[in-house]
């Protein structure tokens, strides 16, 4: 069985300064990683994914997230905060239903509200 | 413009009333779901189809149902709407599931209020 937990609900930083939304996952295979980010009132798009590579992934926005397999986490980073990354932030761990992960393997973390102070 | 589409955006509607949520992709994916987003709780699976003629069940599938009759095509339906699924829904596509695992699109969602 596989789970994710996003370890705040909330996050507040000031423009600028460096971004931190943690992610702890627990897998019993080897799992894929995802990081999702929804805007106000829009669907989800896809910031970076994490699939057996290299383990620093960069994504779109200057985001990127290191996997650590002894820490079991997936957090995300971002050296400079701007306004435009104020939004809603999901982890996702993903198990494939070919090597045994159960349903089709995804499961979503709750969400981290990231909200950017001027 | 590879995209998803879904409709109605918004609907509100009352307990018991019939009715369907469509959902279309253009980009030939095999693979097709539902979520429903509330908060404090993420994005829950309702149901997903991995090819045309093959659905299975999500986490929070009591009360819906959903048929793929066509690739593109994979319509939500509520047969007898009550207010607890008053609720945020999207529809997300992805090519398949195999490794590497695959991003999903996601469709703008739809808002769903039942009196």
């Known amino acids: 069985a596989q789970s994710v937990t996003q370890l705040d609900s909330h996050v507040s930083v000031s423009e600028g300064t460096p971004v931190l939304l943690r992610c702890n996952y627990s897998s019993s295979y080897s799992p894929s990683l995802f990081w999702y980010v929804q805007h106000p009132n829009k669907g989800l798009q896809l910031l970076l994914k994490y699939t057996s590579a290299a383990t620093l992934v960069k994504g779109i926005n200057g985001f990127e997230a290191e996997f650590k397999k002894s820490e079991t986490s997936f957090h995300l980073t971002k050296p400079s905060a701007h306004m435009s990354d104020a939004a809603e932030y999901f982890c996702?761990?993903?198990?494939?239903?070919?090597?045994?992960?159960?349903?089709?393997?995804?499961?979503f973390g709750k969400g981290t509200h990231l909200i950017i102070q001027p | 413009e590879a995209q998803v589409t879904q409709n109605p955006r918004y609907l509100i509607t009352v307990t018991g009333k019939k009715l369907t949520v469509t959902c279309s992709q253009n980009m030939n994916h095999e693979y097709m779901s539902w979520y429903r987003q509330d908060p404090g709780l993420g994005l829950r699976q309702i149901y997903y189809s991995m090819n045309v003629e093959v659905t299975d069940k999500g986490d929070v599938p009591e009360g819906y149902k959903v048929s793929r009759k066509e690739k593109r095509n994979f319509p939500l339906i509520l047969e007898s709407p009550s207010p607890n699924q008053t609720s945020l829904y999207f529809c997300?596509?992805?090519?398949?599931?195999?490794?590497?695992?695959?991003?999903?699109?996601f469709g703008p969602g739809t808002r769903l209020t039942v009196l």
């Open positions: 997300a596509s992805s090519l398949g599931l195999a490794p590497p695992f695959d991003e999903q699109f």
């Open positions: 996702v761990v993903s198990e494939s239903v070919y090597s045994g992960g159960g349903a089709d393997g995804l499961t």
